[in-house]
């Protein structure tokens, strides 16, 4: 049984491919029900699907622990305390409200791995092409997500300008683009320590995203005879070493 499960997880194999992007849907949907609930005040039906959500996140990481070779290595990652933290928020929402967002890491470390990365160039052209464009989006993306969250945790109960995720969203923005319109501030050193560091990291990465737009495309060929990687889409010899490459093309540019 172990085996059969490590399978879904790691395998080729069209239901292993079915499980993974069963995880990536549910991860999405557990990010989608943290966002909607900002909106509105956690009555019982909200409590009782924040325990359903808790309950199979808890299962899904027990199976994960279950299989894994290197149950202290995992226990070491970041994303596993997000998804220890997040189950507690589920469950105990009284004790972490709020702190869901935290499972967004955890699609990140999903889209990171091997197995779904070659999976989602497999089965989607543009990522294909453009995997470099596609993780810098992403990499962006999570960041604004879980520094939105970070605001919205840490000030929703003290800062009356910051009610719901997209006043949270509105101010890391601003601050992420130096913007700072100034009609939403985060008061006191917790505030302004997260400001700064929307501010750095989250330039640091709209920089990499830019970069990776202008830059001449690339395409990823392994020279067989020097191990360069990136090549010119319409490259016939490696500018490294000079030898003969055969880069395979769908005629798209």
């Known amino acids: 049984m172990r085996n059969k499960i490590r399978a879904l997880y790691m395998g080729e194999s069209d239901a292993a491919h079915r499980f993974r992007y069963a995880l990536l849907a549910f991860d999405i949907l557990t990010i989608l029900f943290v966002i909607a609930t900002s909106f509105s005040q ?10 359903i959500f808790g309950l199979l996140i808890l299962s899904e990481f027990g199976l994960r622990v279950w299989i894994s070779r290197n149950r202290m290595r995992l226990f070491t990652r970041l994303t596993t305390l997000a998804d220890i933290i997040a189950i507690g928020s589920f469950l105990a929402p009284l ?39 596609a993780l810098a989006v992403t990499n962006l993306g999570v960041f604004i997500f879980v520094m939105t969250g970070l605001v919205y945790a840490t000030q929703y109960r003290v800062n009356p300008e910051i009610e719901n995720y997209a006043d949270a969203l509105y101010f890391t923005v601003t601050a992420l683009t130096t913007t700072g319109f100034g009609d939403i501030t985060l008061p006191g050193t917790v505030g302004r320590m997260i400001s700064v560091l929307v501010m750095l990291f989250g330039i640091t990465l709209f920089l990499r995203l830019v970069q990776v ?18 090549h010119d889409a319409d490259a016939v010899h490696c500018k490294h070493c000079g030898e003969i490459m055969n880069i395979k093309t769908e005629g798209v540019v």
Do not use: M, S
């Not at 956690?42 to 325990?51: K, L, R, S, T």
């Not at 001449?216 to 005879?225: G, I, Q, T």
């Open 95 to 133: 004790a972490g409200e709020g702190l869901g967002f935290l499972r967004v890491l955890r699609t990140l470390r999903l889209l990171h791995t091997y197995h779904l990365g070659e999976q989602l160039r497999r089965d989607i052209p543009y990522i294909r092409r453009h995997a470099d464009v």
């Open 213 to 230: 737009l202008f830059r001449p495309n690339k395409v990823r060929c392994e020279c067989e005879n020097c191990g360069l990687i990136l």
């Open 42 to 51: 956690h009555g019982p039906v909200v409590e009782a699907i924040d325990v």
